[in-house]
């Protein structure tokens, strides 16, 4: 067969990053396998939020950008699927390849499958068994909608199997008769490879911040359940101003807008009271790479997002999850990273006992070897092999 023609939806931050573990793949194990093209839906759209990432990885610009920009669920994701759809109609792409679980991942989904163009879903699997987030609604129809399944932990793999998915289907593959794999994951891929690259490229880095190895904490929040809920917000951040003053340690906050936009709007007087304060560096969002060295170096990762839970284990740093719940249950198991929700007590017992108690931690190979993207692009292949 020819070249195989692979589009890739993007809009969120994580997505562009994912994306680049596919790109550099394809760059250094496959070059004449396949043919990219990358549709950015324009979810996010700041410089620090989706152009630092294309220059900084080496992907290669949007050939389509949709501009979507924000909107309420279902003008977003509409808007995206109205995009998409005309991209797919003019490319004909043979497969559609989705990363993770944000709206665009849905809307590539939606607008693929009802195509027939075969999705390809990467980070499969994975739920929170909380359908009130938006993201879950969003994982499990665009599993539904897919063709072939890359399941990113066993917990993600036996999920699919619990939701009717078989494990012995036989080729042809199809939406009908889809794939499921147990995977690695393709974060991991990007941890190991821009690890060493990122103390190289950013070696002033630590520096302008006055940041000194183990002696800061990272903390990153953007889940609309934290920053949409201002008494959340409000208990989490009180909560860590004073472990900060009283443990006099540095906490590191390079905040997603919509974190800032709730913090000058509804919480005006307490934004600034976090500026006065010695021991609290509120900063915009950072590169990938910036982004590693800070959990290079940090003693303890606090946090809301999925990725940044993964990467706590990848740099071998205890995390608090300001979350009910999480989708990666094994860190929990693991008892690297701990449930606090936005609970002024847990969040204060659990950050005391990683800090003072120095627990002894193992980390083990939960995500795979870091060659994930050679995998998914192998089994790509062969799908279009065998049809
Ligand atoms: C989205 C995903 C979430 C993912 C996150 C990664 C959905 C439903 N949510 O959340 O799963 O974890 O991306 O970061 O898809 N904004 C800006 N500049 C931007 C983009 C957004 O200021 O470039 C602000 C806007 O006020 C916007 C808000 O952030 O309304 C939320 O953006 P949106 O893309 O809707 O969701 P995220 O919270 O970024
Ligand atoms: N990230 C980054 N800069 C930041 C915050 C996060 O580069 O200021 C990276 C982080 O290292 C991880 C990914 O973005 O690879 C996680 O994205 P996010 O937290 O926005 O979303 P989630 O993973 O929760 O969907």
Redesign the pocket.
């Known amino acids: 067969m020819s070249q195989i023609k692979l589009l890739n939806i993007v809009g969120?931050?994580?997505q562009i990053i994912k994306a680049s573990a596919i790109s550099r793949a394809i760059r250094t194990s496959y070059p004449d396998g396949f043919t990219e093209i990358i549709v950015h839906t324009g979810?996010?759209?700041?410089k620090e939020?989706?152009d630092v990432f294309f220059d900084e990885l080496e992907i290669h610009k949007p050939h389509y950008n949709l501009s979507v920009g924000?909107a309420g669920?279902g003008r977003?994701t509409s808007m995206m699927i109205i995009g998409i759809e005309e991209v797919l109609l003019k490319e004909k792409p043979d497969c559609v390849i989705l990363y993770?679980?944000?709206?665009?991942t849905l809307a590539g989904a939606v607008a693929a499958a009802k195509l027939h163009f075969p999705v390809i879903h990467i980070e499969a699997g994975l739920r929170s068994f909380n359908k009130t987030m938006?993201?879950e609604l969003?994982r499990i129809m665009s599993d539904h909608a897919s063709t072939l399944l890359f399941a990113p932990t066993n917990a993600a793999f036996k999920n699919l199997i619990n939701e009717g998915f078989r494990p012995e289907n036989s080729p042809p593959y199809t939406i009908d008769n889809p794939k499921i794999y147990l995977t690695g994951d393709i974060m991991l891929d990007n941890s190991l490879f821009f690890a060493s690259l990122a103390e190289k490229k950013k070696a002033e880095f630590m520096g302008s911040l006055s940041l000194i190895r183990d002696k800061f904490i990272l903390v990153t929040i953007?889940?609309?359940t934290n920053t949409d809920d201002i008494q959340r917000l409000l208990d989490i951040l009180q909560t860590l101003k004073t472990l900060a003053a009283e443990k006099d340690i540095m906490m590191v906050m390079p905040f997603?807008?919509?974190t800032i936009?709730s913090l000058k709007s509804k919480l005006e007087a307490f934004y600034d009271e976090l500026f006065e304060c010695n021991n609290i560096k509120i900063i915009p969002p950072v590169s990938y790479l910036e982004m590693i060295l800070l959990e290079k170096n940090c003693r303890m990762i606090i946090t809301d997002?999925?990725g940044v839970q993964k990467e706590s284990h990848f740099f071998r740093k205890p995390c608090l999850v300001l979350r009910k719940e999480t989708e990666w249950i094994e860190l929990v198991s693991n008892g690297t990273a701990k449930l606090v929700d936005a609970d002024p007590e847990r969040i204060r017992d659990e950050f005391l006992d990683f800090l003072d108690s120095h627990p002894k931690l193992e980390y083990p190979g939960f995500y795979g070897n870091g060659k994930t993207a050679e995998f998914i692009l192998n089994e790509i292949l062969l799908m279009f092999e065998k049809e």
């Open positions: 969120a931050r994580p979810q996010h759209y700041d939020l989706s924000s669920h977003q993770g679980d944000t709206n665009s938006p993201e969003n953007h889940r609309d997603h807008p919509r936009l997002s999925g």
